[in-house]
């Protein structure tokens, strides 16, 4: 799932390891949700979202594909 999580970190002058110490998570985790080889949980997109002042629905872009099927 496609996300504004880098864009918004970098924004924000966050490192991925900044992110990763407040979140309870791995600095690897953070950089396989940036780069859309790991779908977060639900409670962590909330907590990524609210760190990063936004919306699980404005941090998240869901596939085209998904949304045409439904």
């Keep these: 799932m496609?996300?504004?999580i880098r864009k918004l970190r970098k924004e924000k002058n966050y490192?991925?390891?900044d992110l990763a110490t407040a979140l309870g998570v791995t600095r690897q985790t953070i950089n396989a949700i940036e780069n859309d080889k790991y779908d977060c949980t639900?409670?962590?997109a909330f907590k990524l979202a609210n760190l990063?002042?936004?919306t699980v629905d404005?941090?998240?872009e869901p596939e085209r594909k998904l949304l045409e099927n439904h």
Excluded: H
């Design 42 to 44: 639900l409670l962590l």
């Design 2 to 4: 496609k996300n504004k």
């Design 15 to 17: 490192r991925q390891e």
């Design 58 to 60: 404005d941090l998240f």
């Design 52 to 54: 990063l002042g936004t």
